[in-house]
């Protein structure tokens, strides 16, 4: 059973899909985290986006230590993570891995849900359900300044607002796997729901699929 949630960045995914995994006991995985990871590792050794042959050799060696590092979560690995998933390599050496974790979840979970940007359209184009997660820029921006402020970093709103439409252009127009609505995918738009809400709303498209 796979359940793909897409959609652009700071919308909610990652919250309403580790939610729907716990409450259905299905396995969960943050595409997102991998290419971020790809950018740490850059970042770690000091390259950025320019020099092609570091960065495929940078998505080759994810060590899962990386996974658990607190920049992983920082604007600037998220931005360049927005950079380096442009590369068709990149996107080619994380493919197996999320699509074994779709088909195989770890510890026997009866489904997995993948979230990203691509998971609907090209690493599991089979899922059972496809969710498109969406809420306007300016929403996205609150929320993404409220976490900031709320782990005690000064957010300015204008800046958030004009990083998050920068990612938004570079994730929907890149030329491989870009941000876009699978055909047969739920569009679910959180601009006035809140986190229970979404939550509520998901799993009312889910119940009638047959999927719990
Ligand atoms: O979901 P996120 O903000 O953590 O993702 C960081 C970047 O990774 C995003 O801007 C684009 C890229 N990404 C992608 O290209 N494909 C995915 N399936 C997931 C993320």
Redo the contacts with the bound molecule.
């Keep these: 059973m796979i359940i793909a949630i897409?959609g652009p960045?700071?919308a909610g995914?990652?919250t309403l899909a580790r939610r729907l995994a716990k409450h259905l006991n299905f396995a969960y995985l943050?595409?997102?985290?991998?290419?971020?990871a790809v950018?740490l590792n850059l970042i770690i050794s000091g390259q950025d986006e320019n020099n092609e042959d570091g960065v495929i050799a940078a998505s080759k060696n994810i060590e899962p230590s990386l996974l658990e590092d607190p920049r992983l979560r920082d604007e600037a690995t998220?931005?360049l993570?927005?950079k380096?998933?442009?590369n068709k390599i990149v996107?080619e050496n994380?493919l197996h891995f999320?699509q074994n974790f779709a088909a195989n979840p770890p510890n026997g979970e009866a489904g997995a849900i993948?979230?990203?940007?691509?998971?609907g359209t090209v690493?599991c184009p089979e899922a059972d359900l496809k969710l498109f997660v969406t809420a306007t820029a300016d929403e996205r921006a609150k929320r993404r300044q409220l976490e900031l402020e709320q782990k005690g970093i000064a957010a300015n709103h204008e800046n958030i607002l004009s990083d998050i439409q920068a990612?938004d252009k570079?994730?929907s127009e890149?030329a491989t796997?870009p941000?876009v609505q699978a055909e047969d995918a739920i569009l679910l738009d959180t601009t006035n729901l809140n986190a229970e809400k979404a939550f509520q709303a998901a799993l009312g498209l889910i119940k009638p699929a047959n999927l719990v």
Aim: glycine share 12%; aromatic share 2%; charged share 30%.
């Design positions: 897409d960045a700071a995914k990652g943050d595409s997102g985290s991998l290419y971020r950018a998220g931005h993570a927005s380096v998933a442009s996107r994380l999320q993948v979230d990203g940007r691509d998971i690493v990612r570079m994730d890149r796997s941000l």
